[in-house]
C-alpha cells in the first residue's frame, strides 16, 4: 500500500474543550501544518454504538450496537477488514471493546490482551486493555503515553499500514467531574502535552495522522443522546490532502471510506457515506 496512517481517539471530548483546550493541535493548526472540523458523532452517542461505527460506515441501527452492553463480533466490512484485503497490515492499541468488534468474541484476556498474528483478516498486532473495575472514582485506565508508545513500538516493528489508538482517559475524567472545571483543563493539557512529540515522530516516519474523538460530552459529564455538546467533537488531520471548508460539519459515517481512501483500499458497498479527504 502506498499510504499509511494513523487513527489517534481520545474518548468522550466534546467540541468546545478540543478547541479551546489543546494548544498544540491548535498551534498545528495555526501554522498551517494540520486541518480541522468539527464532526457529529451516530446516535447514540454511546461508547460501543460510535466505536463499532466509527470503522464499519454504518450507523448503530444498522450494526445493532445498542450500547456498551450490546458489544459482539460484527460481521460487516470495516477498516481493518478492508485493509487486510488490499494486503496492507494492520495494529490496535486500544479498549478491549476493540478486540472483541473486530478480531474475537468474547474477550480473554490471557489470549487477547497481546496477540501478533499475521494471518488474520483484521487487525494483525493487538495490544488491548479491559478497564477491568472501572467506576466513577477508580478510572482504571493505562498511562496515556504508555498508550502512544505502544502504538509506536507496533509501527516501527511491524511496519504497519493502518494503526489505531484509542484511550479512555478523558471520558472518564468527564464523566467523573465534568468538563468545566479545573481537573479537566488539567487533564486536557496533560494529554495535548503528552500526544504532541508522538504526532511529530509519526510525521517523521511518514504516518499521515487523524486525531479525533468517538463522541462528545456535556458539561455534566454524560454522552448518549442528542445535542451539539454530546455528539460534536473536532478531527485534526496531518496530512497532504485537503478537506472541505473548515466550516462543514463531517458525519461520523464519512470516517471509515475516507480513511479507506486515504489507504488506497476498496471502499465496500455498505458504506454510502461521501470520503472528506482529497488529493
Known amino acids: 500500500m502506498a499510504q499509511k496512517l494513523l487513527l489517534i481517539i481520545l474518548d468522550g471530548v466534546p467540541y468546545r474543550n478540543w478547541r479551546r483546550l489543546f494548544g498544540n493541535l491548535e498551534g498545528w493548526v495555526a501554522q498551517g501544518d494540520a486541518q480541522v472540523w468539527k464532526m457529529r458523532a451516530t446516535l447514540p452517542s454511546t461508547s460501543a454504538s460510535c466505536y463499532a461505527t466509527i470503522h464499519t460506515g454504518v450507523p448503530p441501527q444498522v450494526h445493532g450496537t445498542w450500547g456498551n452492553e450490546a458489544v459482539k463480533r460484527l460481521d460487516l466490512p470495516d477498516i481493518f477488514s478492508q485493509t487486510r484485503k488490499a494486503g496492507g497490515v494492520t495494529g490496535a492499541v486500544a479498549h ?57 513500538m507496533l509501527t516501527e516493528r511491524f511496519g504497519l499500514q493502518y494503526g489505531m489508538l484509542h484511550t479512555c482517559t478523558l471520558d472518564s475524567m468527564g464523566h467523573r467531574f465534568g468538563h468545566d472545571c479545573g481537573e479537566m483543563d488539567h487533564a486536557v493539557y496533560a494529554m495535548d ?51 472541505p471548508s473548515p466550516e462543514v460539519l463531517l458525519d461520523q459515517l464519512s470516517l471509515a471510506p475516507t480513511i479507506l481512501s486515504r489507504l488506497g483500499a476498496d471502499i465496500p458497498a455498505s458504506m454510502t457515506a461521501p470520503v472528506f479527504l482529497k488529493d
Not at 458539561?219 to 442528542?226: D, E, I, K, P, T
Open 96 to 152: 478491549s471493546f476493540w478486540s472483541e468488534f473486530f478480531n474475537r468474541a468474547p474477550f480473554d484476556p490471557v489470549h487477547d490482551l497481546e496477540y501478533d498474528e499475521p494471518d488474520s483478516t483484521s487487525i494483525n498486532h493487538g495490544r488491548f486493555h479491559s478497564m477491568y473495575g472501572y467506576n466513577l472514582t477508580n478510572q482504571a485506565t493505562p498511562a496515556d503515553n504508555d498508550l502512544f508508545a505502544t502504538l509506536t
Open 193 to 243: 502535552a503528552s500526544l504532541a512529540p508522538w504526532i511529530d515522530r509519526w510525521r517523521r516516519a511518514g504516518y499521515e495522522v487523524i486525531v479525533t474523538a468517538d463522541h462528545g460530552q456535556s458539561m455534566r459529564g454524560h454522552h448518549g443522546g442528542a445535542g451539539e455538546d454530546q455528539q460534536d467533537f473536532a478531527l485534526y488531520y496531518f496530512g497532504p490532502a485537503k478537506g
